[in-house]
């Protein structure tokens, strides 16, 4: 009787991990265009140049748009836009053009190096009504992906979420926070 219990139990975990493993992502397909709806944030479909770079872009906009508790048509003083990856991975310079265009319709946009440059000791921002905004790393395959995305303005105001995404015939549409979500 044990025995069987254990081959039950071992073929559940087998068969979990065979459904994990047909979940990985690797990256992105091709649109550019960006609009937003009370529902949705979605590209529309071009060509497929850089795709990771209208992901970013729509990313970008659903948080900015969507995810804060600033309201809607809110402008921040200032956005500061980390120039990489939150995991370090560079941006192509589409990637980066594609992260600043869609930030500056919510404030004037300061691109940095490092996170740490755009705040004080006590975690407030240098500029007072300002956030930093990181995106990526970004994953995925040709009609689904997940991006990275964080909003932070102070020591105890932030979010930090995944965004899963779907590529349509209109382009990709950010469907949602995955996992987890931070808020602070």
């Not at 900015?64 to 003083?77: N, P």
């Not at 192509?92 to 004037?108: K, W």
């Given at each position: ?20 493993c ?40 659903e ?11 809110h ?46 000791e ?35 105001c ?14 990709w ?12």
């Amino acid at each position: 009787m044990q025995k069987r219990i254990a081959l039950v139990v071992l073929t559940l975990v087998l068969a979990l991990l065979a459904a994990s493993c047909g979940n990985e992502t690797e990256t992105a397909a091709a649109t550019t265009t960006t609009t937003t709806t009370a529902a949705t944030t979605t590209t529309t479909q071009a060509t497929a140049a850089d795709t990771t770079a209208d992901l970013l872009a729509a990313a970008v906009t659903e948080l900015l748009t969507k995810d804060t508790s600033f309201g809607a048509g809110h402008r921040f003083t200032k956005l500061f836009v980390v120039g990489h990856m939150d995991d370090g991975t560079p941006f192509t310079d589409a990637e980066l053009q594609a992260v600043v265009d869609a930030a500056s319709a919510f404030g004037p946009v300061e691109v940095i190096a490092d996170a740490e440059l755009a705040r004080t000791e006590s975690l407030e921002p240098i500029v007072p009504g300002a956030a930093i905004v990181t995106a990526g790393p970004v994953g995925g395959s040709e009609d689904r992906a997940t991006v990275d995305m964080a909003l932070w303005c102070g020591g105890l105001c932030g979010i930090w979420l995944t965004y899963g995404a779907d590529l349509t015939d209109a382009g990709w549409t950010i469907t949602g926070p995955i996992g987890p979500i931070a808020v602070s």
